[in-house]
């Protein structure tokens, strides 16, 4: 469980995120939409630890990632807007070096891989070096690479760039499958249609303040329309968009 | 469960064995720029003293000087008569120096009048130097035997003529003179860590931002300074490598070729390499955590490479400044990076015992900047300025 209240951060000049505030609840996947620019990376990367808010309280199941970062970080599985491999190591070395980091040993990250490969289709790619894989190839090992610790939450920046549609199946099975199992996946995506695969929650960012938030059907209902996308190009165009 | 430091470490070592400019770095800093250097340096200087060693005159016109002749075949001098065209010969190196005896010179000298012979040298050729000195001393030794017997035979004391005798007594020891001229050992030891440590320090921290691998590394619970050190010790264990293979071939190199040809030129073996090594390793850790902290302000590879060697320039200017400026060895150096090792090498080189302030004061030195800069490679992977390039 995420809980996210009144985040702002600033960067020089730039008010890259303004005042978000949602919760993403345990058992269900929460999307983050909003236009490029809306402060869906920073409020991702505050999440993560990786960014001190200005102002503004988080807390990952329970713990404040300001107090605690590293225990803040066990709980979190992050696809981050960076998702370089190491190009020499194959792909299990870099989904392996990731788990040991995280304190697993040999047989639980051989066993972590073993069940998340057949999900993203990583068989085949295992055991190549990651030089020369094509952009989709290497987004499946920085997924793996994410859940190999089988965190309670999963957070995914923009998970779907660059994957073909076949790669966007698997994924969004694999994005089911982590909800069936009770976790937290609160995901990035500033593609409608994406969103209104998945989510169950909704929350949309512009110009970094949250403008709206809810299940689908509510969005729908506040943007007075039934086209979702409708709905999210009228509500993410209204306040404060100063970029 | 293997400690984090240690996987951090294991990584970036696996890494920079895979990589294929680690290899080559390697190959040409190990086998290639020292061994060879120094076979270089050292058949250039046993040419030297080859030269001058077999005492060999050119003469031109030496039918005018039978006294002359007789002195040196006395001497056990191999006379060569010189070329008519020993002009040019000396002014394109071909030839060292010619003594050049014109007509008159029996002449004269059978009258005790001054007899004039011309010694012709390219004074601008250092190789001729040899050479020239040992016909000048030639001919010194036959002016001094022609006086001794124009006094004997007049019956005075032939050491009249001779009011202060000059013999040399050459303090360098022919170690000594070995160091002198290689510099280039110590030089090259200095250089070593530089380029042994650069690749994996660039590649673990300026590469990593290059790959936006940085940023979903340093979202693993592990703390910014556990990867800040396993960094550095993979570059410094690189260096280290780097080092010894460097040295090794050095000490390869001294004993397959030099001892032979100039023995008293390079006294490099076990116990010197074993020195060079306890110098040089621990300055390798402060270099590599340098070069570690200088990367992570890289934003590519490139750029980084760019600020490192800025590093290397300037380390490799120390001992250039050393060499020409004379600078007088002074306490204070040896707490200075680079130029208190460069001073302790040379003082294992020439074969100087080592106080334990030698060993110590570099190391202790390089070793407490190095847990700095580590500190500030730390603190610098918290930074979101860092960790997401430039804002």
């Known amino acids: 469980m995420i809980r996210v209240e009144s985040l702002a951060k600033r960067f020089g000049a730039v008010q890259a995120v303004r005042d978000v505030t949602f919760e993403a609840a345990d058992g269900r996947v929460t999307g983050l939409l909003g236009p490029n620019g809306a402060g869906k990376t920073t409020t991702l990367r505050m999440i993560s630890t990786l960014v001190a808010p200005d102002a503004g309280r988080i807390e990952i199941d329970g713990i404040d990632p300001a107090r605690e970062p590293l225990a803040a970080r066990e709980r979190l599985g992050l696809l981050s807007d960076a998702r370089g491999l190491y190009a020499r190591l194959t792909a299990r070395e870099n989904i392996a070096y990731y788990g040991e980091l995280r304190g697993l040993g040999r047989d639980r990250i051989d066993a972590a891989i073993a069940a998340i490969a057949p999900q993203l289709e990583l068989g085949p790619l295992l055991d190549r070096r990651t030089d020369g894989f094509s952009q989709g190839e290497r987004m499946k090992v920085a997924i793996a690479r994410a859940l190999v610790h089988d965190p309670r939450n999963v957070v995914l920046d923009e998970p779907t760039n660059g994957l073909d549609v076949r790669s966007t199946r698997s994924l969004r099975e694999a994005i089911r499958l982590l909800r069936e199992s009770g976790k937290c996946v609160l995901f990035s995506s500033h593609v409608m249609q994406e969103v209104a695969a998945l989510c169950d929650e909704i929350v949309i960012v512009a110009g970094g303040t949250v403008v709206a938030a809810g299940t689908p059907a509510a969005i729908r209902a506040r943007a007075g329309c039934e086209d979702l996308e409708e709905a999210f190009v009228r509500l993410a165009g209204e306040p404060g968009d100063d970029r | ?391």
Do not use: C
Request: hydrophobic share 50%.
């Open chain 2, 1 to 391: 469960m293997k400690p984090r430091l240690a996987v951090v470490f294991l990584k970036e070592i696996r890494d920079a064995l895979r990589d294929r400019r680690t290899a080559l770095m390697i190959l040409v800093a190990s086998v290639l720029t020292g061994p060879v250097t120094l076979i270089l340096v050292a058949s250039f200087v046993s040419g030297l003293e080859e030269r001058a060693s077999t005492l060999r005159v050119r003469i031109a016109g030496a039918e005018n000087a039978p006294a002359l002749v007789n002195f040196l075949e006395r001497a056990d001098v191999e006379i060569e008569k010189a070329p008519s065209d020993y002009l040019a010969r000396v002014k394109e190196g071909a030839l060292d120096a010619v003594i050049v005896v014109p007509e008159d010179f029996h002449e004269r000298w059978l009258a005790h009048e001054e007899a004039r012979v011309e010694l012709v040298h390219d004074d601008s050729r250092t190789e001729s130097g040899p050479a020239t000195r040992q016909a000048e001393r030639l001919l010194a030794a036959f002016n001094r035997e022609t006086a001794y017997l124009r006094l004997m035979a007049r019956g005075v004391s032939p050491s009249l003529n001779e009011s202060t005798k000059v013999e040399r007594v050459n303090t360098a020891t022919p170690r000594q003179r070995g160091a002198v001229l290689l510099f280039l050992i110590p030089m090259f030891g200095i250089l070593a860590p530089l380029l042994g440590g650069m690749t994996v320090a660039i590649d673990s921290t300026a590469g990593e931002r290059e790959r936006g691998s940085l940023e979903p590394l340093l979202a693993n619970p592990v703390p910014a300074r556990v990867f800040a050190i396993g960094k550095w010790l993979a570059s410094w264990a690189s260096a280290t490598a780097v080092v010894t293979l460097t040295m090794a071939g050095f000490l390869a190199a001294a004993r397959l070729y030099a001892e032979k040809r100039l023995p008293s030129l390079l006294n490099f073996g076990v116990p010197e390499l074993a020195a060079f090594l306890a110098v040089i390793v621990p300055l390798a850790a402060f270099t590599s955590a340098l070069q570690l902290l200088i990367s992570t302000y890289g934003r590519s590879y490139r750029e980084a490479q760019t600020y490192v060697s800025y590093l290397a320039t300037v380390a490799s200017f120390v001992p250039l400044v050393v060499m020409f400026s004379g600078a007088k060895e002074q306490g204070w150096q040896l707490a200075v990076p680079v130029l208190g090792q460069l001073m302790v090498l040379q003082r294992v080189l020439r074969g100087d015992g080592l106080s334990s302030a030698d060993a110590l004061v570099p190391a202790a030195v390089a070793l407490v900047l190095a847990g700095l800069a580590v500190a500030a490679v730390a603190r610098l992977l918290r930074d979101e300025r860092i960790v997401f390039g430039r804002a």
